[in-house]
């Protein structure tokens, strides 16, 4: 007697229950979506200004002047570095593609180089050179640049330690083929 009961209860109190969430759903609608809100600031303009004009060279898509095939160094770089050793310092360059004055540059010459230099000439001086252009380079955005040596020269100890120093400084010396879309 006393389990019916509870039954029964239980069952009222479900169907009461369900009745109320039956005329909640028929009376109740669902919010409708705010229209959005178009300000000025938020007009698009119908000329696109690229603010970043490395965007291009940075995914490998911008155009790299190809220059003459019997001309050397080859022309199809965006950046180059330029390495060279005189008689008494050491002096790199990176050449952007379509400058011929340097982007950035590195000497021996320097007076804040060179007083913490013992020569302005040894391999320890293609070293300094090497890590001061690589951070240069990267606090100017350039992390990709071309270097291409001659062969016989490239094998000296000084070319090869401002090599390993431009590498280690974070610098990538070659450049992503171009992407043709």
């Known amino acids: ?27 109740g609608q669902t919010a409708s ?74 000497s021996t010459k320097e007076w804040a180089l060179k007083r913490e230099l013992g020569s302005t000439r040894s391999v320890a001086a293609c070293r300094a050179v090497g890590e001061v252009l690589a951070q240069r380079c990267r606090e100017a955005g350039i992390t990709r640049i071309v270097y291409r040596e001659v062969p016989w020269m490239f094998r000296s100890e000084s070319n090869q330690t401002f090599w390993t120093a431009m590498k280690e400084g974070g610098v990538m010396l070659s450049e992503p083929r171009r992407k043709f879309i």
């Open 33 to 106: 979506e705010p229209e959005p809100v178009i300000s000025d600031n938020e007009a698009i303009n119908k000329t696109f200004v690229n603010r970043n004009p490395r965007n291009l060279e940075q995914m490998a898509l911008a155009v790299k002047d190809r220059g003459w095939a019997t001309v050397w160094p080859s022309r199809q770089y965006y950046h180059r570095l330029v390495f060279k050793r005189t008689q008494h310092h050491i002096t790199a360059e990176v050449y952007s593609s379509d400058s011929i004055d340097p982007v950035l540059s590195c």
């Open 1 to 27: 007697c006393r389990y019916q009961a509870l039954q029964t209860d239980h069952l009222f109190v479900s169907h009461t229950d369900l009745m109320a969430l039956e005329n909640a759903r028929k009376y």
